[in-house]
């Protein structure tokens, strides 16, 4: 899957100060569970993926001081620079979906105040549309491609609203939406999901091919948000997030999973983290990323059944949570920020960050599978 039928990722921070520290990051021990470190450098600093096929996938971010910006190719075996457009003010990228090797696009911003989204055919970068922010920071618009002649964008206009663009190959429009879109994730054209606020709370939404209908708006403990979301099929979808919980002054994990029927809550008990990413794990489960800086495994139940031609399985509406700590170096803090699922297989990207004590901060790329 590209971004066109996964969950929008990007990192949305302001600069940061980075110094210099040892390149090397130790690969996954046994205890995370098959998750590895690819690639990690002392200065660079990853912050979205969008994954066309297990040997083309694009990576953006920043390097240095979080001025230089970063565009990588992934060819199958490894990942190799792309040359950005060198302007001043610096054109930062930090989001991104692409469906070719020629049809890229990617959320970038330019301090002081300017938002921007750009494309790359193959040869040569372009400005999609560009627009200054009221803001300290501006904010990273969030891109959905689908096609060359089908884009979606996202860029908040305050607090509670968001502008919401689509590119049909020729011209892009604002479109409409009855709430606050913050993360969407494709099927198809005609049946793209979306999670976000309405009137400060959280609703799920669909576009059903002509407009953005409330699909669901379900019941809000108390700060309860949704950060992540993927949509694998119409009978097929999940939003995760998390909920404040006055009883234990904790945060707590919310996952809900949509069947085709209904939202079936499958939040994972007694784990006191927000959950921030979510991608499928190929086998029918998924895979969450956390603020505790580990990686849960949620797998449905399976009911053997005996039939005429023997036994076979039948998926379950309950199923079990696993989690497993995230590669990182001893005495830093890591936290998953983007999990991007590599169509055709059981494998996935991830992209982290990772702090110590002494301050510098990075991004490094992880994999799961091959």
């Not at 996964?6 to 040892?22: E, M, Q, R, V, W």
């Amino acid at each position: 899957m590209p971004l066109a039928r996964n969950a929008l990722s990007g990192a949305f921070a302001a600069a940061l100060t980075i110094t210099l520290i040892p390149a090397a990051i130790p690969t996954a021990s046994a205890s995370t569970a098959g998750w590895r470190v690819v690639q990690s450098t002392a200065n660079r600093h990853v912050t979205a993926i969008s994954a066309v096929s297990a040997k083309n996938a694009w990576a953006v971010g920043y390097t240095g001081d979080a001025t230089q910006p970063l565009v990588q190719h992934w060819n199958g075996s490894s990942w190799k620079a792309v040359a950005f457009p060198k302007t001043s003010p610096r054109i930062i990228p930090e989001t991104v979906s692409a469906t070719s090797s020629t049809n890229v696009w990617v959320g970038a911003s330019a301090l002081p105040d300017k938002s921007y989204v750009l494309h790359w055919n193959g040869k040569a970068w372009k400005v999609a549309w560009k627009r200054t922010v009221p803001a300290d920071f501006p904010v990273v618009p969030s891109v959905l491609a689908l096609s060359s002649k089908n884009v979606w964008s996202v860029v908040a206009s305050d607090e509670r609203h968001t502008q919401v663009r689509h590119f049909n190959g020729h011209t892009w429009a604002t479109v409409k939406t009855p709430a606050k879109l913050d993360v969407m994730s494709a099927v198809s054209s005609r049946n793209i999901w979306a999670a976000g606020e309405l009137n400060g709370k959280p609703c799920i939404l669909r576009w059903n091919g002509k407009a953005w209908k409330v699909q669901a708006k379900p019941s809000t403990p108390s700060g309860r948000s949704f950060s992540g979301l993927s949509a694998r099929n119409s009978k097929d979808v999940w939003v995760v997030g998390g909920a404040f919980s006055p009883p234990t002054k904790k945060n707590t994990a919310v996952a809900l999973h949509w069947d085709g029927v209904r939202w079936r809550d499958h939040s994972p008990k007694g784990i006191a983290t927000d959950l921030i990413s979510v991608a499928p794990d190929g086998h029918g489960g998924i895979w969450a990323s956390g603020t505790d800086g580990r990686l849960h495994h949620f797998v449905f139940s399976k009911h053997g059944l005996f039939s005429k031609h023997g036994l076979f399985g039948e998926q379950s509406t309950s199923g079990t949570w696993t989690s497993v700590a995230a590669p990182a170096p001893k005495g830093s803090i890591a936290q998953v920020n983007a999990l991007i699922p590599i169509p055709h297989r059981a494998s996935l990207w991830g992209v982290e960050t990772l702090d110590n004590d002494y301050g510098p901060q990075r991004g490094p790329i992880l994999r799961l599978g091959s």
